[in-house]
């Protein structure tokens, strides 16, 4: 279960932080929401999934998942241009929390 907390934390995240640009310095009030109960929800369920995960094993996980997604929503919804070296980037970060995840023993206590 503490998996599927932390994937919904990043999930929540991502929400929030595409809607942040969405949200125009907070001058619109349906994304605004979107942001604040977005990041809301991400930290609740990384709180959860810290009850059993690794905080520095959670974080990396989560901030590098954040990092590749929202690096993703920029390019499909916000038509921001990418690079040969963002895709070897994401692949890279992917492949970072794809090693923590099946080989690190002490990921979760």
């Known amino acids: 279960m503490q998996w599927l907390y932390l994937a919904i934390a990043i999930v929540s995240e991502v929400v929030a932080t595409s809607a942040l640009k969405a949200a125009n310095g907070f001058t619109r009030?349906?994304?605004s929401l979107l942001v604040v109960t977005g990041y809301a929800s991400?930290?609740?369920f990384l709180s959860l999934a810290l009850r059993t995960?690794?905080?520095g094993v959670a974080y990396?996980?989560?901030s590098g998942v954040g990092v590749a997604l929202i690096i993703l929503v920029g390019w499909v919804?916000?038509?921001q241009p990418l690079n040969?070296?963002?895709f070897i980037g994401i692949a890279l970060i992917v492949s970072g929390v794809i090693v923590i995840h099946i080989f690190s023993k002490s990921a979760v206590h």
């Open 77 to 79: 919804i916000y038509r």
């Open 29 to 31: 009030w349906e994304a």
């Open 42 to 44: 991400a930290f609740y």
């Open 53 to 55: 995960i690794q905080l």
């Open 84 to 86: 040969v070296a963002s």
């Open 60 to 62: 990396a996980i989560w």
